[in-house]
C-alpha cells in the first residue's frame, strides 16, 4: 500500500475518533487525533500561565473552535514530523474550517502540506453521515478512560477502561449543551471544507456511520481498497 493521507470528516459523535483507530490498528496508520491533542495542550500546566493556552482552553472548554491559526499551526508542524516517519496518515478532527484546510494569502493549509509530503492522488477525505440525534445520544453516553484516553463505546456498560482498567470519565465536550454548540460549529464552519474540497479536485467517499464500527470500517476498506 502506498502511504495514504485519509481525513475524516463528520459532525461529533460520526465516530470519527473510533475509525481513525481501527485504520491505525488494522492497517499501521499513524493517527493525528487533533481533539486530543488541544485538550492535552490547553489542559497541560504550563497552560496556567500561558495568556495563549489560557484563551484556547476557554474556546475550548465551551465548545467553540480553537483560533484557527493556532491550531493550523500546530497540525502544520506536527504533519511534517509524522509524514517525515514514512507511514500512512489519518487525521479526525481536522481540517477544522476552510481556513485551517487552504489557507488564506499570508499562509498555507493543511492541504497544501498533505499534498507535498503524500500527493494528491493519495490523499482521500472519509466523510462519515450520521443524522443529528445519532450524533448527540452518542455524545452525551461517550465516556473516555482518565488513564489513557481510550474511547470506550457507547453501548458498552463498562465503568473500567477495557485496555488498562482505569476509571472512565465523561469529556467537558460531552456535556449536552457543549455539544449543541459543536455541531453548530461544524455545520457552519467544518462542512463548507467539503464545497472547497471538490472545486480544488481533492477526492471525498462518503459513507454511512450509523452501522457498528467494524462494519463501517468494512466499507471504508473496501471503498479505499485498503486489504
Ligand atoms: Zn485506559
Known amino acids: 500500500m502506498p502511504k495514504h493521507a485519509v481525513i475524516i470528516l463528520g459532525a461529533p459523535g460520526a465516530g470519527k475518533g473510533t475509525q481513525a483507530e481501527l485504520l491505525v490498528r488494522r492497517h499501521g496508520f499513524l493517527n493525528f487525533d487533533t481533539g486530543r491533542y488541544l485538550e492535552s495542550t490547553v ?3 504550563q497552560a496556567d ?3 495563549i493556552l ?3 482552553r476557554r474556546l475550548f472548554d465551551t465548545g467553540k473552535l480553537c483560533t484557527p491559526s493556532f491550531v493550523l499551526k500546530i497540525v502544520k ?4 514530523k509524522l509524514a517525515s516517519l514514512d507511514a500512512s496518515i489519518v487525521y479526525s478532527g481536522s481540517p477544522r474550517s476552510v481556513y485551517e484546510a487552504f489557507g488564506d494569502k499570508k499562509t498555507t493549509g493543511l492541504m497544501h502540506t498533505l499534498v507535498e509530503s503524500y500527493g494528491k492522488k493519495n ?9 443529528a440525534a445519532a450524533s448527540i445520544s452518542r455524545n452525551s453516553q461517550r465516556r473516555i ?11 458498552v456498560k463498562h465503568p473500567r477502561c477495557p485496555l488498562c482498567d482505569g476509571t472512565t470519565r465523561t469529556r467537558t465536550l460531552d456535556d449536552p449543551k457543549v455539544i449543541e454548540k459543536r455541531l453548530k460549529e461544524y455545520a457552519e464552519r467544518t462542512e463548507p471544507i467539503l ?4 472545486k480544488r479536485g481533492f477526492r471525498i467517499v462518503p459513507i454511512d456511520g450509523t452501522p457498528l464500527p467494524y462494519k463501517v470500517s468494512a466499507v471504508i476498506d473496501k471503498k479505499l481498497k485498503f486489504k
Not at 123 to 131: D, F, G, R, Y
Not at 195 to 198: A, D, F, G, S, Y
Open 195 to 198: 464545497k472547497e474540497m471538490k
Open 145 to 155: 478512560c482518565a488513564v489513557c484516553g481510550l474511547q470506550v463505546l457507547a453501548n
Open 77 to 80: 508542524n506536527e504533519t511534517k
Open 54 to 56: 489560557k484563551r484556547e
Open 49 to 51: 500561565s500561558d495568556p
Open 123 to 131: 490523499i482521500t477525505t472519509v466523510l462519515l453521515k450520521v443524522p
Open 43 to 45: 489542559h497541560s500546566p
